[in-house]
């Protein structure tokens, strides 16, 4: 399964490359990138409000507002799309063109959050030398202010992760940029650039916060490496972690909180972020409570499940599991009324390719591959789908992101899988924050759609 669909991958990987090499990023700064690429934007949404404000593209069914308004075509979004066959795209690369594409670290193979900021931003694929120089950037900037260490430093240790980053993420808008610009009075034009540098600063902050974190919950008294500025984001974060010594784990978080970066508008961190950001709370603020909605099961939580409920499997089935054995478990989990984790989407309808590229990473390494928590998670998608297709429920049977994203984190020590969701916040930023950057420069309203009552429902029905 794995094999035919990555030579499919390729072909039009090859395809697309080809098709984008046109976008290759000059010698420009980021900033003077965003400054060249914003008119054309701004244009282009004036001649679709006046050319095309009226045209229809799409029904609102009663089904989508009763249910989760899933399939409703209702926001925009600049940096990614969602097919539900193909998965995700970031201006239009696949994941399999974007790990073609986009440059890695001086020593690594794997693209880097630095080179995935850069594009969703952008659009452009950034050159080796303009992703070295963001990780620069994000280095120097790395640093937390004092009072957010001590404020870190206060939690108890039994207070969830999640519950440590969002808050940490919420207080360094003490800092903001855009809330004290706005404070002074500027025009709309200028929000975008004070966002910028917001997002840009609480990008290169969030591995030392997020480090902090787990040094205290599950490392206390131990000490935590200071930032260096040399290193990439991920070097760093993973040095901070304790990992830097390990070169497989480090690859890994660096592909992992790419991939993770951005997935379109909808899902519920993005679209908080969004909602938030659009009543000119600042960058931090939105994405503190982006880092809330990423923190429930059905969403970022989910790897923390996949982990917890593999685990319970193992020990509940021993060393040698059968597929029967996996079977039977499924069922189990099924008939208890509980969700597998790890499986089903909102928007997917085949396996997710975050997946299947985090399982690629997987079968390139003979250490991981012979790893039991890694071959538990191969053989559980080897029976899941046709389990979850007899019960009949989900509508896509097949396993998301989070299906796998830990089993790698497990094997190599990183077992404390209350933190995973953390990991998968220090990424979610980059998309999140490029939306909001995109927001302010396009002007974006407030969001405020409307809504109904049952009665006032039926009483649309009834006329
Ligand atoms: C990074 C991410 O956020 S990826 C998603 C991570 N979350 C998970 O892995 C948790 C498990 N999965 C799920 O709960 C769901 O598939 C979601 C939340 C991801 C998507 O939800 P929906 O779009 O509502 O899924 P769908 O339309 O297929 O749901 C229909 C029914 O199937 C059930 N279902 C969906 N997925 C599963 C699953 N993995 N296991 C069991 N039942 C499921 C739903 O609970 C729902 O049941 P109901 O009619 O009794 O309410
Ligand atoms: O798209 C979604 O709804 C959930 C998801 O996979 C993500 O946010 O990464």
Redesign the pocket.
């Known amino acids: 399964m794995l094999s035919s669909r990555t030579s499919l991958a390729r072909q039009s990987c090859l395809r697309n490359v080809s098709l984008y090499s046109k976008r290759f990023a000059s010698t420009k700064s980021l900033r003077e990138t965003m400054k060249e690429v914003i008119p054309p934007k701004q244009e282009q949404l004036k001649k679709l409000k006046v050319e095309h404000g009226q045209t229809v593209v799409g029904d609102v069914k009663v089904d989508n507002i009763i ?2 308004m ?1 399939g409703l075509k209702a926001m925009l979004w600049e940096a990614s799309v969602l097919d539900p066959i193909e998965g995700i795209r970031f201006h239009g690369l696949s994941i399999p063109d974007c790990q073609k594409v986009l440059p890695a670290a001086p020593a690594g193979k794997e693209m880097i959050p630095e080179s995935m900021l850069w594009l969703l931003l952008t659009g452009q694929v950034p050159t080796a030398e303009q992703t070295k120089e963001l990780s620069r950037e994000l280095a120097e900037k790395g640093d937390l202010p004092k009072f957010v260490e001590d404020l870190v430093d206060s939690f108890p240790r039994s207070l969830h992760p999640m519950t440590q980053l969002g808050m940490g993420v919420a207080a360094l808008n003490h800092d903001s940029q855009f809330q004290a610009a706005y404070e002074k009075g500027i025009k709309k034009s200028e929000y975008w650039t004070h966002t910028l540098e917001d997002s840009i600063n609480l990008i290169a902050r969030l591995p030392a916060l997020a480090a902090r974190i787990y040094r205290n919950v599950y490392k206390p008294g131990t000490e935590l490496a200071g930032v260096q500025k040399d290193l990439d984001l991920v070097g760093n974060y993973s040095n901070m972690l304790g990992y830097g010594h390990n070169e497989t784990l480090t690859e890994y978080l660096r592909l992992y909180i790419a991939l ?1 970066g951005d ?1 379109e508008g909808g ?3 993005a679209h908080t972020a969004h909602l938030v950001g659009s009543t000119l709370s600042d960058p931090y603020l939105s994405y503190s409570a982006a880092l809330f909605a ?1 923190a429930g ?7 923390q ?2 982990l917890r409920w593999q685990l319970a499997m193992q020990k509940e089935l021993g060393d040698k599991i059968s597929q029967e054995d996996i079977k039977a478990y499924l069922w189990k ?2 008939n208890s009324g ?11 309808r085949n396996p ?1 390719p975050r997946f299947i590229a985090l399982q690629e990473f997987c079968d390139s390494r003979s250490d991981l591959k012979s790893s039991p928590i890694i071959d538990l998670v191969n053989k559980t998608f080897q029976v899941a789908p046709n389990v ?1 297709k007899e ?1 009949g ?5 097949y396993p ?4 796998t994203s830990g089993c790698v984190l497990y094997h190599y020590g990183l077992t404390e899988f209350k933190y995973y969701t953390v990991i ?1 916040g220090v990424s979610r930023a980059l998309g999140c924050l490029t939306q909001l950057v995109w927001a302010r420069a396009l002007g974006l309203p407030l969001e405020r759609p409307k809504s109904l009552s049952m009665d006032a429902l039926t009483k649309i029905i009834k006329q």
Do not use: I, M, W
Request: avoid cysteine; glycine fraction near 14%.
């Open positions: 249910g989760g899933r993770h997935h899902n519920a961190s990423l099961p059905l969403h970022g939580l989910a790897n499940e996949v989990t099924l509980q969700v597998v984790p790890g499986y089903g989407h909102g928007v997917l997710d979850l019960h429920k989900t509508k896509n049977p998301n992101v989070d299906a998968f």
